[in-house]
């Protein structure tokens, strides 16, 4: 009861000093503010990393065979850099021993791309596209699907003929209010009729995967995108999760055995997972994680220091108020208790504030496209941190107001 | 007739002397304050002032009476003595049958707000409450629920005729109207003693006639009056004086009007 009372107070006092307590609280404020909004980018990041981008870039249960990583989010040394700059090509070669050694419930695919210049009938000069030569089986393995027209078949691939599945922005891009489907493409002077358009995927950090066009491997497409030279990557997936690592060892063999390593040379290509590249998310996580917690503690310092100035203000202002109450039968913890509540009042009341900031700053960031989630716990979090700065700034000043004596406090005006 | 003892609201000489003699034993329950030989003194940056040099004062229940002396005599002391927000160098100090001197200062809290009302001089109301508000504070600490609170604590303040002005604050009110305030918050609690230090001293003397009515009616009803002033005027209102000079009482007499005066 008598804390109720005491809350009652402290929000009177907002409620009367609305411009006093908003600077007092400032510190409060943009600290929570920023634990908000930085664990709101952190969480979406790795919402979009883990479940996106990885997911649509790498697929489940996939990883990748290439001559270096393609997802490079750490820091990369100019020594390491060139040595990889050094190792041999991945080829198709290696391609089909690869498949040929996989187990028979495996996937496999080659994906080489490059970013060429389109031509339609309908549109000369359009934004490049990001061409991509593949085998049939790479649309299972990232589980890409058509909204009109279908995908590309084997006897395509083994045909070698020049048919592209295009995204939806290329389709707007090149054959704008038509259907696509029989059209030509032009790819670097090449024809390539349109048998599919797949279905919207969206952007990802940067990356439009509504951009691509794919081709069979087999097809001009392999001219197009300079894949006689080398391939980016193959793609494997294993049949399920535990079978994933037994996978990549056999892969790793055969590859080690083709290049001629001898026992203890390191590998001269990667195998790229999900893993991996999360790996070089983690890197990246942890800076923003340290930033996450620098930058609210700063704000909090500062905004306890401010609060407990205050307080002893409000102590020293209301020092005849105090002789009151202690006259009329207040105990020492019944004053500590009032200066504590209120300070924590006050406290949360900014935490508070600072939420509405958070999201304020969540739902800005989402409005230009960069993805941002708030976390419940950072709102509970808040708070909590919120009553617990009030507390302790509170402690001191509440501390000095219980000591007064009631006989001096009285006569003060 | 032959001798006052039989008026309620005054005691004898000869019985205090009894009473405040009889050191380490508690007086009887009619006896609401019985000060021993208290003495009060303060350290002033080494040098020790004697505010009270051993004060002898037995008060009986009912009783309404004034404290006096010039400033210096050590009054506002032994005020702060009575009112329990200080405690004596030495000596005893029986309030309602209670060894106050020895207590600590939750102790002293929970005395003040059960046993004393206070009125004082510049009323000190909390002046963002309003007049209820006001009233309820001590029955906050004495911790009474809210609905009771609010309760007693309109009570209190319709016994002041101040059943109107409930949801003003103290700016919003004249002196008279918050010292009535005050008093119907000094009464709430249903104390032992009212303590009212100086309470006419902020008003104009039509006001302070008014407050003293209002006290002749509490003495009246039986309410233990204790009243601290240094004007004769006021003091002259009480049945008892005592007079306070260097820190000790120089006369503890029945005002000579009341004297003989029958009960009723």
Redesign the interface.
């Known amino acids: 009861m008598r804390f109720l009372d005491a809350i009652r107070v402290a929000l009177d006092q907002i409620r009367v000093q609305k411009l006093k307590s908003f600077f007092t609280l400032i510190g409060v404020i943009i600290g929570v503010m920023f634990l908000i909004g930085v664990v709101s980018i952190v969480e979406g990041l790795n919402h979009k990393i883990e479940v996106d981008f990885a997911g649509k870039f790498l697929g489940v249960n996939t990883f990748n065979v290439r001559r270096m990583p393609n997802i490079n989010v750490g820091d990369v040394t100019e020594a390491e850099w060139r040595s990889w700059q050094r190792r041999p090509k991945i080829t198709k070669e290696d391609a089909y021993a690869i498949k040929a050694a996989l187990p028979e419930d495996a996937r496999w695919a080659i994906q080489d791309a490059r970013t060429v210049n389109a031509q339609s009938d309908y549109k000369r000069a359009g934004a490049p596209v990001l061409a991509e030569a593949v085998t049939p089986e790479y649309f299972t393995i990232k589980d890409i699907t058509v909204s009109k027209g279908r995908l590309l078949t084997e006897q395509e691939e083994a045909l070698g003929t020049n048919v592209v599945v295009i995204g939806t922005d290329v389709a707007d891009e090149y054959f704008p209010n038509l259907d696509p489907l029989g059209r030509t493409l032009r790819l670097e002077g090449t024809e390539f009729r349109v048998i599919g358009v797949m279905d919207k995927q969206g952007k990802s950090l940067g990356f439009n995967f509504d951009n691509q066009v794919f081709g069979p491997f087999n097809s001009a497409m392999h001219l197009v995108t300079y894949s006689f030279r080398d391939i980016a990557g193959i793609v494997v997936q294993a049949p399920n999760e535990n079978a994933l690592s037994d996978v990549q060892a056999q892969v790793r063999e055969l590859m080690r055995r083709r290049r001629r390593l001898h026992p203890g040379d390191p590998d001269n290509f990667v195998l790229e997972t999900t893993q991996s590249a999360f790996a070089a998310w983690d890197k990246v996580k942890q800076v923003l994680v340290l930033a996450g917690i620098a930058l609210p503690t700063i704000g909090l310092v500062v905004g306890a220091i401010v609060i407990m100035n205050i307080m002893l203000v409000a102590v020293a202002e209301r020092t005849r108020e105090i002789g009151i109450r202690k006259a009329l039968g207040a105990r020492r913890r019944d004053i500590r208790r009032q200066f504590l509540v209120e300070s924590s009042t006050l406290s949360v009341f900014g935490a508070l504030l600072g939420i509405a900031g958070g999201f304020g700053i969540s739902g800005f960031l989402r409005l230009v496209d960069f993805p941002t989630t708030v976390a419940p716990w950072s709102i509970l979090l808040s708070v909590a941190v919120g009553g617990g700065v009030g507390v302790l700034a509170g402690t001191y000043p509440a501390m000095r107001a219980a000591r007064l004596d009631p006989i001096v406090a009285l006569r003060s005006e | 007739m032959s001798t006052f003892t039989s008026e309620p609201g005054l005691s004898t000489t000869s019985e205090r002397q009894a009473v405040t003699s009889v050191v380490g034993a508690a007086p009887s329950k009619e006896w609401v304050i019985v000060t021993r030989g208290i003495t009060r003194d303060y350290d002033m940056g080494g040098e020790v002032v004697h505010a009270l040099r051993g004060v002898d004062i037995a008060i009986r229940r009912n009783e309404y009476v004034a404290i006096m002396g010039p400033s210096g005599s050590g009054k506002s002391t032994l005020m702060?003595l009575i009112?329990c927000?200080?405690t004596p160098s030495a000596g005893e100090y029986w309030l309602n049958g209670e060894l106050v001197s020895r207590m600590g200062?939750?102790e002293l809290?929970?005395v003040?707000?059960?046993e004393i009302g206070?009125v004082?001089q510049t009323f000190?109301?909390?002046p963002?409450a309003n007049a209820l508000a006001n009233v309820e504070?001590?029955l906050?600490?004495?911790?009474v629920?809210?609905s009771e609170r609010k309760r007693r604590a309109a009570e209190a303040l319709e016994k002041v005729q101040l059943a109107d002005r409930m949801d003003h604050r103290p700016n919003e009110l004249s002196g008279g109207q918050r010292q009535r305030v005050a008093i119907a918050?000094a009464l709430v609690?249903d104390p032992a003693i009212l303590l009212a230090d100086e309470p006419t001293g902020n008003l104009d003397s039509t006001t302070s006639d008014e407050i003293m009515r209002v006290f002749e009616t509490l003495a009246n009803g039986g309410q233990t009056v204790i009243m601290v002033t240094h004007e004769p005027d006021i003091a002259r209102h009480a049945r008892r004086v005592v007079t306070l000079r260097d820190g000790r009482v120089s006369s503890d007499e029945p005002q000579a009007k009341f004297v003989g005066r029958t009960a009723g």
Do not use: I, Q, S
């Not at chain 2, 906050?140 to 911790?143: D, H, I, L, R």
């Open positions: 702060n009112g927000l200080d200062d939750d809290a929970h003040r707000n059960r206070f004082f000190n109301l909390l963002r504070l001590p906050v600490y004495a911790g629920p809210a918050r609690n």
